[in-house]
């Protein structure tokens, strides 16, 4: 699966969302975007799911041109995309039961990823029931269980405590690496961008565009003491200044 | 940044007064959203029924009142029985009730798929709502005699009645209730592989359900206005009959009587569908 974005620009009316975007994602791939709020972060996820469709360029999926959503490329927003009157585990079958497999086969499914995302314990519970680490859990099974080419995750820790944040960083870099999924990610979260992603990517402002990018050679098996090395922090404070600087310069740089 | 003491030796706050300060009254039992205490809601509760009934009983034993104009609760209670035993109140309450069953049966089963309609297309949107919104304010009493003229004076224009007094408003509530689904709910739908067909059932409906049967039971309450109003014309039972034919009379202990049972009944939809909604909105609480 590679997921190829070329030349994408989006209007909203007379505003310039984003300006000539090009983004290669390939396979197994982690990929962050970083850019500030408005830089159009959101914008760039909700093309990618196809809700939203670009104002010039394109973006494909494996060569065939993305013409709207589907469960080939699961979304997880920011807070509040649950199905309130559904329970934990029929939040996850959500996608199961619109492709009519039988109970069975279901169940095993189900299984298998409220434990990966450790829930097993709250699969009988309502969305109100649960704290905001656990709803993000569910949103993320709730997509991953549909096996998609490419998992969309757009802020998926920002309102989130630190502890509970790092927890699921954690959880999210092991499901990565369990499942083999792709993940593009967008964050205005510099220090998480470069803990997860293998790749880095910093959007600039007004119009949104690329600015930099950044691998991360980091190990993969990463812990969160990586966050105190001097590669990480040295990482981290160049891809800080790039976002800093873009974001210091918007509206008064047009390439 | 430069700020109001940016490079200044002195700071000009120095000479002003201190703010005056308010302080808070302690609290009491009219706080802005604040539970009080159990034993006072009762009281209320018990106070704001005792109250008039007292003053009832009062002033129809102390005679200042004729009869005729307001019985005693006891005539009420035996005009009431007098009327059970006869069989004619069953009579009277079946036929009200089928009306209403049916005038606002049908309304509900036209405004609650119109209204999703509204609430979900845009096109659906532009094409009722302007016409519905209008329509709702004319009066549905004022359309009895035109209702009459066109479907004669038996059973029809009165279940047409109770179905003009309460379509409208039904439409309209449940298209609000439907717009609210959060958008993003709908959107991550689509992401998971549902159609338009399957968002619509299995997300906008559900999500729904609990604002559209509040929609129902404030409009079930317009409709039992409504079917007693209509049967106040020309009919040959019903409450509303009751109630006119006990006025030829002068029979007001009988007048009191079906009010009440008015009352009793509503009440009784009331707090079922209130059950209903509870059930159905349990995600939300
Ligand atoms: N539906 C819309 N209509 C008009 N303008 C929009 C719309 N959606 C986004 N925009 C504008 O496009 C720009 C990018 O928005 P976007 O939501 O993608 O930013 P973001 O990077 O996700 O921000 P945040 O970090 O606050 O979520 C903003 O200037 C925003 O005002
Ligand atoms: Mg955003």
Redesign the pocket.
């Given at each position: 699966m590679t997921l190829a974005l070329t030349d994408v620009s989006k209007e909203?009316?007379r505003?310039l969302?984003l300006d000539g975007v090009n983004l290669t994602v390939t396979p197994g791939e982690f990929l962050c975007v970083v850019?500030a709020?408005?830089?159009?972060?959101?914008?760039?996820l909700s093309l990618v799911a196809g809700l939203a469709m670009p104002t010039a360029g394109q973006i494909t999926v494996d060569g065939h041109l993305i013409t709207g959503p589907g469960p080939d490329r699961g979304l997880v927003f920011q807070t509040g995309s649950l199905y309130p009157w559904r329970t934990v585990e029929r939040n996850v079958a959500f996608g199961l039961e619109l492709l009519g497999l039988d109970g069975a086969e279901r169940a095993r499914r189900i299984d298998w990823y409220l434990a990966e995302t450790g829930l097993a314990d709250v699969r009988r519970s309502l969305p109100r029931q649960l704290s905001g680490g656990q709803q993000q859990r569910v949103a993320i099974a709730r997509a991953l269980v549909c096996e998609p080419d490419v998992l969309l995750l757009d802020?998926p820790f920002g309102a989130l405590d630190v502890q509970t944040k790092e927890d699921m960083q954690l959880l999210i870099r092991q499901i990565w690496r369990d499942t083999g999924t792709t993940v593009l990610m967008?964050t205005?979260d510099v220090e998480e961008a470069v803990f997860l992603g293998t790749r880095v990517v910093v959007l600039a402002s007004d119009p949104?565009r690329i600015a930099a990018e950044t691998p991360i050679p980091l190990a993969d098996d990463r812990d969160l003491a990586i966050k105190r090395t001097s590669d990480f922090l040295r990482l981290r404070a160049s891809t800080e200044d790039m976002v800093r600087t873009w974001h210091r310069l918007r509206g008064e740089v047009t390439r | 940044m430069k700020t109001a003491l940016a490079g200044r030796t002195t700071d000009v706050r120095a000479a002003w007064p201190p703010l005056p300060r308010r302080t808070r009254p302690h609290r009491k039992v009219l706080t802005i959203r604040t539970p009080i205490p159990r034993r006072a809601a009762v009281v209320l509760t018990a106070l704001s029924l005792a109250v008039p009934l007292v003053s009832w009983v009062a002033l129809s034993a102390s005679g200042l009142v004729p009869a005729t104009f307001l019985p005693s609760p006891g005539a009420v209670l035996s005009a009431g029985w007098e009327m059970a035993r006869s069989g004619e109140l069953a009579v009277d309450v079946g036929t009200t009730t089928r009306r209403v069953l049916e005038g606002f049966g049908l309304a509900v089963l036209v405004s609650v798929p119109l209204g999703i309609l509204m609430g979900t297309f845009h096109a659906a949107q532009a094409a009722f709502e302007p016409v519905i919104g209008l329509l709702r304010y004319l009066p549905a009493s004022a359309f009895i005699p035109l209702l009459i003229i066109w479907l004669g004076l038996g059973e029809p224009s009165k279940i047409a009645i109770l179905f003009i007094g309460t379509v409208f408003f039904n439409t309209l509530m449940t298209a609000d209730a439907v717009r609210s689904v959060p958008r993003s709910l709908i959107d991550v739908s689509y992401t998971l592989g549902a159609r338009r067909g399957e968002v619509l059932r299995k997300v906008v409906v559900p999500h729904s359900l609990p604002g559209i049967i509040d929609a129902v039971r404030v409009n079930a309450a317009a409709a039992w206005n409504f079917v007693v109003v209509a049967e106040l014309v020309n009919s040959t039972a019903g409450l509303g009959y009751r109630i006119v034919r006990a006025q030829r009379f002068l029979q007001t202990d009988k007048i009191f009587a079906v009010l009440v049972v008015i009352g009793v009944i509503g009440l009784t939809i009331d707090v079922a569908l209130r059950l209903l909604r509870a059930r159905a909105g349990r995600w939300a609480a």
């Amino acid at each position: 699966m590679t997921l190829a974005l070329t030349d994408v620009s989006k209007e909203y009316g007379r505003k310039l969302a984003l300006d000539g975007v090009n983004l290669t994602v390939t396979p197994g791939e982690f990929l962050c975007v970083v850019g500030a709020s408005g830089s159009g972060k959101s914008t760039l996820l909700s093309l990618v799911a196809g809700l939203a469709m670009p104002t010039a360029g394109q973006i494909t999926v494996d060569g065939h041109l993305i013409t709207g959503p589907g469960p080939d490329r699961g979304l997880v927003f920011q807070t509040g995309s649950l199905y309130p009157w559904r329970t934990v585990e029929r939040n996850v079958a959500f996608g199961l039961e619109l492709l009519g497999l039988d109970g069975a086969e279901r169940a095993r499914r189900i299984d298998w990823y409220l434990a990966e995302t450790g829930l097993a314990d709250v699969r009988r519970s309502l969305p109100r029931q649960l704290s905001g680490g656990q709803q993000q859990r569910v949103a993320i099974a709730r997509a991953l269980v549909c096996e998609p080419d490419v998992l969309l995750l757009d802020e998926p820790f920002g309102a989130l405590d630190v502890q509970t944040k790092e927890d699921m960083q954690l959880l999210i870099r092991q499901i990565w690496r369990d499942t083999g999924t792709t993940v593009l990610m967008v964050t205005h979260d510099v220090e998480e961008a470069v803990f997860l992603g293998t790749r880095v990517v910093v959007l600039a402002s007004d119009p949104g565009r690329i600015a930099a990018e950044t691998p991360i050679p980091l190990a993969d098996d990463r812990d969160l003491a990586i966050k105190r090395t001097s590669d990480f922090l040295r990482l981290r404070a160049s891809t800080e200044d790039m976002v800093r600087t873009w974001h210091r310069l918007r509206g008064e740089v047009t390439r | 940044m430069k700020t109001a003491l940016a490079g200044r030796t002195t700071d000009v706050r120095a000479a002003w007064p201190p703010l005056p300060r308010r302080t808070r009254p302690h609290r009491k039992v009219l706080t802005i959203r604040t539970p009080i205490p159990r034993r006072a809601a009762v009281v209320l509760t018990a106070l704001s029924l005792a109250v008039p009934l007292v003053s009832w009983v009062a002033l129809s034993a102390s005679g200042l009142v004729p009869a005729t104009f307001l019985p005693s609760p006891g005539a009420v209670l035996s005009a009431g029985w007098e009327m059970a035993r006869s069989g004619e109140l069953a009579v009277d309450v079946g036929t009200t009730t089928r009306r209403v069953l049916e005038g606002f049966g049908l309304a509900v089963l036209v405004s609650v798929p119109l209204g999703i309609l509204m609430g979900t297309f845009h096109a659906a949107q532009a094409a009722f709502e302007p016409v519905i919104g209008l329509l709702r304010y004319l009066p549905a009493s004022a359309f009895i005699p035109l209702l009459i003229i066109w479907l004669g004076l038996g059973e029809p224009s009165k279940i047409a009645i109770l179905f003009i007094g309460t379509v409208f408003f039904n439409t309209l509530m449940t298209a609000d209730a439907v717009r609210s689904v959060p958008r993003s709910l709908i959107d991550v739908s689509y992401t998971l592989g549902a159609r338009r067909g399957e968002v619509l059932r299995k997300v906008v409906v559900p999500h729904s359900l609990p604002g559209i049967i509040d929609a129902v039971r404030v409009n079930a309450a317009a409709a039992w206005n409504f079917v007693v109003v209509a049967e106040l014309v020309n009919s040959t039972a019903g409450l509303g009959y009751r109630i006119v034919r006990a006025q030829r009379f002068l029979q007001t202990d009988k007048i009191f009587a079906v009010l009440v049972v008015i009352g009793v009944i509503g009440l009784t939809i009331d707090v079922a569908l209130r059950l209903l909604r509870a059930r159905a909105g349990r995600w939300a609480a």
